[in-house]
């Protein structure tokens, strides 16, 4: 990721100066009304209290990383379920350590290609204290040792499940899939709904003709008239993922639903074609994202305009909260994000994605190849071992929150 979007102005707001300021027992007293108001309790969750401080700096956190949804409703709910996770981790007595915490920090920063004092740095540019970087990392790595605890045992992994997965990392170039898509809309506040008529169709559907029909009737991509299928796409273009989802199934068959912000999305695979004079690479990608009117001329007149990334760039006249350049492996770019790219040849563009009431206009810069050695077979067990505890994972949260006592003060 590129950090170009942490130096927009995220500070010219009151709160956002404010946030900058370091919380000591003296400036508290002697802040004005309205900033002692700032740490304040916002919620309280099973008696653990979320301030008003946590949620506007998660909230600027969740800009900085252009996250999907309102940043203070996602702010809030994602502290409730950060309360959940230390409670939980609290009472079987699990902690993480300075060393694992150091780690965890500077694997986050890493995957911009900073040190963790350079992505510090950055953050602090716009107005979030490191302290809040700091909770955020700590809850994931908290959470990530209960799940572990607690199913680690009850996760069935076979040979023939690291084979598969095996195979979709160390030689992506080396295939190519021929699938189709069915995208089932999820609009917050829905995504369970979702959820589950995705799963009802994963569980119904049978063959490429059923699919086809579901596809004409429920999905929201620009495919659904083909029945969502798509071209050939090298299985590298695909987040790796959801490539080992694709690689694993037979002709004809549906995959589970995947899930990926504002949407649940259904594959089908119809064939799989080997290339065995290519060399097994792995792949970075390159790309703008400029955010534009939801208007069928001015989308039309922008990519009249714009023949590549740079003169896309150009097309923002200038505003940056409206632009971003990103480049990062495909396995870090976000799942709607890949899976729109992953349909695109340098320079073109699609506008499926939405925000805020605007269309989110991607342009594919690049795409390099990432030599980086192949996985262990140790290191492959352990990805498809954490693929099935997200699942259970999110089960686990559910019952935590529904136990909970959330209230306002």
Do not use: H
Request: charged residues 25%.
């Amino acid at each position: 990721m590129r950090f170009s979007v942490l130096k927009r102005q995220a500070a010219a707001t009151a709160i956002g100066l404010a946030l900058v300021v370091p919380i000591t027992t003296a400036s508290v007293m002697m802040a004005p009304a309205w900033a002692q108001d700032l740490f304040a309790p916002r919620l309280y969750v099973n008696d653990r209290a979320i301030t008003e401080y946590e949620v506007a700096q998660r909230a600027l956190f969740l800009r900085v990383l252009r996250a999907p949804g309102n940043p203070e409703e996602e702010a809030l709910k994602a502290l409730i379920e950060d309360r959940l996770r230390q409670t939980e981790a609290e009472r079987l007595d699990i902690t993480v350590t300075e060393k694992d915490l150091t780690d965890g920090l500077a694997e986050f920063a890493g995957r911009a290609n900073l040190t963790t004092e350079q992505f510090v740095g950055e953050l602090t540019k716009a107005g979030i204290a490191p302290e809040t970087f700091r909770d955020f990392v700590s809850a994931g790595l908290l959470w990530r040792q209960v799940v572990r605890g607690k199913f680690l045992g009850q996760v069935p992994i076979s040979e023939a499940d690291v084979d598969r997965a095996l195979e979709a990392s160390a030689r992506p170039k080396a295939l190519q899939v021929l699938a189709s898509e069915l995208v089932i809309p999820a609009p917050q506040g829905q995504e369970e709904a979702a959820m589950a008529q995705a799963q009802e169709l994963s569980d119904s559907l049978s063959g490429e003709a059923d699919f086809a029909a579901a596809a004409r009737k429920y999905s929201a991509a620009p495919t659904a008239g083909a029945g969502g299928r798509l071209d050939w796409l090298p299985l590298s273009n695909l987040p790796p993922a959801i490539g080992q989802k694709v690689l694993a199934l037979d002709t004809g068959e549906v995959s589970d639903p995947v899930a990926v912000p504002g949407a649940v999305v259904l594959f089908l695979l119809r064939d799989v074609a080997e290339d065995a004079s290519a060399e097994p690479v792995l792949v970075s990608v390159e790309w703008v994202e400029l955010l534009v009117p939801d208007d069928a001329a001015e989308i039309a007149r922008v990519r009249v305009a714009a023949d590549d990334c740079d003169m896309l760039q150009a097309e923002s006249g200038g505003q940056t909260d409206r632009v971003t350049l990103t480049k990062a492996a495909m396995g870090e770019v976000p799942g709607e994000v890949a899976l729109e790219l992953a349909k695109l040849d340098p320079n073109e563009t699609s506008v499926a994605l939405t925000r805020g009431g605007l269309r989110r206009m991607l342009m594919l810069c690049g795409r390099e190849a990432v030599q980086d050695p192949a996985p262990t077979r140790d290191q492959v067990r352990d990805q498809v071992i954490n693929q099935k505890l997200e699942g259970l994972a999110e089960g686990y949260l559910e019952e935590l929150r529904s136990a909970a006592i959330i209230r306002e003060p």
